[in-house]
């Protein structure tokens, strides 16, 4: 399976299609998928430099070069909340840019590929984001 953003894609539609059969058959749900592609009791804290910063829907996007422990650079993908939501919590669609060093803060995937869902991010000036309004 590759690595990066097209496999957490990939996995995210698997896991929306399975969450909305389920769903279906099992009554309402508060959220359109489940976080089970996501490790939610580890939190992985990555640094690395912005390549690529999507603000689509259903979910924004961001891929990072890391250097990895043999120092090579690795691709990571990040999974973000819909542009409304980061709105909500202070996000700009121009808020970051290719070249940019971050450190991201994510709930890595389970898999072991280097993605994860989003919980936070440090921008080069100091300032501290979060994904959601209520956080």
Known sequence: MKHGIAALVTLVTRVTLSGVLIAGAAGPVSAHHSPVMFDMTKSVTIEGTVVEFSWTNPHSSIQLDVPGAAGAMERWGVEMGSPNSMVRAGWKSTLL???????????????????????????????????????
């Not at 989003?118 to 979060?130: N, P, Q, T």
């Open 97 to 135: 840019k290719p070249g940019d060093r971050v450190s991201v803060t994510v709930r890595p995937l389970k898999s072991g590929e280097r993605g994860g869902m989003f919980v936070s991010i440090k921008l080069a000036d100091g300032r501290v984001l979060g994904g959601r309004a209520a956080e």
